[in-house]
């Protein structure tokens, strides 16, 4: 008796302690399938971040040529009159081109000297007219100037282009090859920072295309979002979640809410269209009709985190203030509501980032025009940051997907600084 008794504790301890082993093995199997996964994940986003900073980051820089330009009086103003109509219609492509053939003399024939021509942007003209705009008295002078040359020699000179292709393959000819190596030797070939890139509105032409009035359309969008987005959305959860009875009615507009964070983004385009352009009659590719678009996207979001902010705050709170005399309204807004604020604001920037890469609404309500000047307000005619990189991204131009690459760049950095700034607000009123 005394033997099987002995050993019914022993043979218990050995089957726990073979358990224990089995789940200590399972545990170890478990933790290293998930630090696989997440090795994974950072080297798949490694991958895709380096894939776009190579490709973009040449987009940063821009091949510039060295023209000596000389501004003939008579070919810019005949009568010396200095009559702003009579600069703005002179021919600045002409000096561009006299220029060129000053350079390079032995150029004779009319299809090398169209060759000859494409080494330099045709901004090259432009730039040229708003110097004399800008200062007559350059009239009859003569000044070494920098200029942006051509797409194809700027990545003939970035390296995209192989110059040891047959010359059918390639955009960028032999003799084309040849005054840009002499251009190169003459020191009158160098790459700068691309200011345009950051400047300038849309362009057809690569070298003179930049984000400036994507940006600044992006940014009159999501104010406007903001501005409506956030103040309804908090007012509504505050109303479902603190004041409102609980019946069939709130019930059917939470069941409504959460089924508006799952629609389709276009759907909510198809809506903009239907009533703030055809019904209203609002301009079509302004910001104010993409921002009304946005805000209805983004008020389920808001809504639903802050609630679940609202519900966060310990009931304590709430019976606290009431004891000592609060009123139902003064709870709220003086107790709760600062307590639910941090993730409230996390919510909206989330919200934010949302509308920010947001393309297909703003698609539909026409913000996929090619808009070349810069918007002043939110009524001026404008694109978007998401929808300036669907569009360079469908052009041929090699020098398009390098732009398309800048621009995911930019907007990657635009998101992360809205992310940095829902912590930095998140910890101050958490200190708070």
Do not use: C
């Not at 090259?124 to 003569?142: C, H, K, W, Y």
């Not at 709430?318 to 309204?329: D, K, N, P, T, Y």
Request: charge should be positive; hydrophobic fraction near 45%; charged fraction near 20%.
């Amino acid at each position: 008796m005394n033997n099987s008794t002995s050993s019914r504790p022993r043979s218990t301890v050995e089957r726990v302690n073979a358990n224990l082993t089995k789940r200590y093995a399972k545990e170890r199997r478990f933790k290293r399938m998930g630090l696989g996964a997440i090795i994974i994940s950072l080297m798949f986003l490694v991958l895709l971040f380096g894939s776009i900073i190579s490709n973009g980051y040449g987009a940063f820089w821009q091949t510039y040529v060295q023209l000596e330009i000389h501004f003939e009086p008579e070919d810019l103003d005949p009568q010396g009159s200095r009559n702003p109509e009579v600069l703005s219609a002179a021919d600045y492509g002409g000096l561009v081109k006299s220029t060129l053939r000053d350079m390079f003399p032995k150029v004779k024939k009319r299809k090398e000297k169209r060759k000859l021509y494409d080494l330099v942007s045709s901004g090259a003209a432009f730039q040229l007219r708003e110097m004399v705009m800008s200062n007559p008295d350059l009239i009859g002078s003569t000044v070494q100037l920098w200029v942006p040359a051509d797409d194809d020699v700027d990545m003939l000179i970035k390296g995209h282009i192989d110059r040891h292709k047959p010359e059918s393959d390639r955009r960028v000819k032999d003799q084309q090859i040849a005054w840009v190596d002499a251009l190169q030797r003459e020191g009158k070939i160098e790459k700068r920072f691309n200011t345009t890139f950051f400047t300038a509105g849309d362009s057809r032409e690569p070298e003179l295309a930049g984000i400036h009035g994507a940006l600044m359309g992006s940014v009159f969008t999501l104010l406007i979002t903001l501005a409506l987005s956030f103040p309804m959305g908090v007012a509504a959860a505050i109303y479902l979640e603190e004041f409102a009875p609980t019946n069939r009615f709130t019930d059917f507009i939470e069941v409504n809410i959460n089924n508006l964070a799952a629609v389709p983004s276009i759907v909510f385009g198809l809506l903009g269209l239907a009533v703030f352009i055809n019904f209203f009659g609002l301009p079509r590719s302004i910001p104010l009709v993409g921002g009304l678009v946005l805000t209805l996207m983004t008020l389920p979001t808001i809504i639903i985190a802050s609630r679940a902010a609202l519900k966060s705050v310990p009931p304590s709170i709430r019976e606290a203030a009431l004891g000592i005399g609060a009123s139902r309204m003064q709870t709220v807004f003086h107790h709760v509501l600062p307590q639910a604020l941090p993730g409230m604001l996390t919510g909206a920037i989330i919200g934010m980032a949302q509308a920010l890469g947001e393309t297909a609404p703003l698609l539909m309500i026409g913000m996929v025009a090619f808009i070349v000047d810069v918007p002043a307000n939110m009524m001026d005619p404008a694109t978007a940051l998401p929808v300036q990189i669907y569009l360079w991204a469908d052009s041929p131009e090699r020098a398009f997907m390098e732009r398309t690459s800048a621009a995911i760049m930019v907007l990657l950095a635009f998101l992360i600084s809205m992310n940095m700034l829902a912590v930095l607000l998140r910890k101050k009123f958490e200190k708070r």
